[in-house]
């Protein structure tokens, strides 16, 4: 599950997101990354200051957290795999008055885009990544962001449910070694990333993709005052050498 869409790439054999956005799929019928705002970790990271400039909202979906950046008076751009992602995203750009330039692209080229961004984010498509993929991803962003750039990024943790279908669950070493060549981590914490769902919902359509799931240990899932559930994720902040 991810917030960003589509790599771009056949990476993901299982999560064909252009599917999925289509509604093509069980996913597609919840969406669990669509919240219809911007993702409160993120909103929070850039009341505090963590983003400026140029910045470039990698995998950036249906759009809801470029157009959340837009409203505070960034220049952004959205890249995506999807076609069928950023039409909705370019819609909701209109409807909220703000000019966002959404692009295709894949996460692990980003032909086109060198040298241009003081901040990158990826609000969940890291974990969207083969192990095989993150080294050409890394050596991606690395050429599209300018020296001294930020890289913030949000993916999917090691202390998620086992039973979880999602695509991957990072552990610390693998970020680490991942971003150890052009950049330098300057953090690297735990956070909760929200979902759409709620414990009830989270629990039939983990049911329905993985019927031997452990259902308690999804429910155990902590919520936010509405009720939706929480995810764990890694918090990576790193500045391009």
Same mark, same amino acid.
């Given at each position: 599950?991810?917030?960003?869409?589509?790599?771009?790439?056949?990476?993901?054999?299982?999560?064909?997101?252009?599917?999925?956005? =289509?509604?093509?799929?069980?996913?597609?019928?919840?969406?669990?990354?669509?919240?219809?705002?911007? =993702?409160?970790?993120?909103?929070?990271?850039?009341?505090?200051?963590?983003?400026?400039?140029?910045?470039?909202?990698?995998?950036?979906?249906?759009?809801?957290?470029?157009?959340?950046?837009?409203?505070?008076?960034?220049?952004? !751009?959205?890249?995506?795999?999807?076609? !069928?992602?950023?039409?909705?995203?370019? =819609?909701? @750009?209109?409807?909220?008055? =703000?000019?966002?330039?959404?692009?295709?692209?894949?996460?692990?080229?980003?032909?086109?885009?060198?040298?241009?961004?003081?901040?990158?984010?990826?609000?969940?498509?890291?974990?969207?990544?083969?192990?095989?993929?993150?080294?050409?991803?890394?050596?991606?962003?690395?050429? @599209?962001?300018?020296?001294?750039?930020?890289?913030?990024?949000?993916?999917?943790?090691?202390?998620?449910?086992?039973?979880?279908?999602?695509?991957?669950?990072?552990?610390?070493?693998?970020?680490?070694?991942?971003?150890?060549?052009?950049?330098?981590? !300057?953090?690297?914490?735990?956070?909760?990333? !929200?979902?759409?769902?709620?414990?009830?919902?989270?629990?039939?359509?983990?049911?329905?993709?993985?019927?031997?799931?452990?259902?308690?240990?999804?429910?155990?899932?902590?919520?936010?005052?509405?009720?939706?559930?929480?995810?764990?994720?890694?918090?990576?902040? @790193?500045?391009?050498?």
């Amino acid at each position: 599950m991810t917030n960003s869409g589509s790599t771009g790439s056949s990476a993901l054999e299982d999560f064909d997101f252009e599917e999925i956005y =289509q509604g093509n799929t069980e996913i597609g019928e919840t969406m669990p990354w669509d919240i219809g705002e911007p =993702q409160p970790l993120l909103v929070a990271l850039e009341a505090a200051g963590g983003v400026g400039g140029d910045i470039l909202d990698i995998g950036c979906g249906l759009g809801n957290n470029a157009i959340f950046l837009a409203s505070r008076g960034h220049r952004v !751009t959205g890249v995506d795999g999807s076609e !069928t992602a950023l039409a909705t995203a370019r =819609q909701r @750009a209109e409807t909220a008055g =703000q000019a966002v330039d959404f692009a295709v692209g894949d996460a692990t080229r980003l032909d086109g885009f060198e040298n241009r961004f003081d901040t990158v984010v990826d609000s969940a498509l890291f974990h969207c990544l083969s192990a095989e993929d993150r080294p050409g991803y890394a050596a991606a962003v690395h050429r @599209a962001a300018k020296p001294g750039a930020r890289l913030q990024m949000f993916c999917f943790s090691d202390s998620l449910p086992d039973s979880l279908p999602v695509p991957a669950q990072l552990t610390e070493k693998e970020l680490r070694d991942t971003f150890a060549e052009g950049w330098t981590i !300057t953090r690297l914490e735990r956070a909760e990333y !929200t979902s759409s769902m709620t414990p009830e919902t989270a629990a039939r359509l983990v049911g329905t993709m993985t019927p031997d799931a452990d259902l308690p240990a999804i429910t155990a899932l902590n919520t936010d005052e509405d009720n939706r559930v929480l995810l764990p994720v890694w918090h990576l902040t @790193a500045t391009r050498n």
